[in-house]
């Protein structure tokens, strides 16, 4: 789970600093790893997965269209969805919120190319 809660910052950033191209990458890496954890983690209830299908859908509607207030919208629906599984798996001491600061010192998150 580790690995979702980096691609979530990581997510967070790129679209908070409009870099679309990266933020649909980790979009879909955080879709890869979470179709994985379904099959390999059986005490995963399906509904706890599909919870997650409408903010993953809105926040690519968000990427495609560039639109910075939906692609927010649609994270702060993630967020919750995230949480909501933690809950039902009987780990609300788990609880995700909106990255306030990031820890990829590293990592530019503006685009590089010209908008």
Not at 56 to 68: H, M, V
């Amino acid at each position: 789970m580790l690995a979702k809660q980096w691609r979530h910052i990581k997510l967070w950033f790129a679209g908070r600093q409009k870099n679309w191209e990266l933020a649909a990458y980790e979009l879909a890496q955080m879709k890869s790893s979470l179709a994985d954890a379904a099959t390999l983690y059986a005490n995963i209830p399906i509904s706890d997965v599909e919870i997650m299908i409408e903010p993953l859908q809105s926040i690519n509607k968000a990427i495609e269209a560039k639109d910075s207030t939906s692609f927010a919208s649609a994270f702060n629906r993630l967020t919750v969805a995230c949480n909501s599984c933690h809950r039902e798996m009987g780990r609300e001491f788990i609880t995700i919120q909106v990255p306030a600061v990031s820890p990829f010192s590293d990592q530019s998150f503006s685009s590089s190319r010209k908008r």
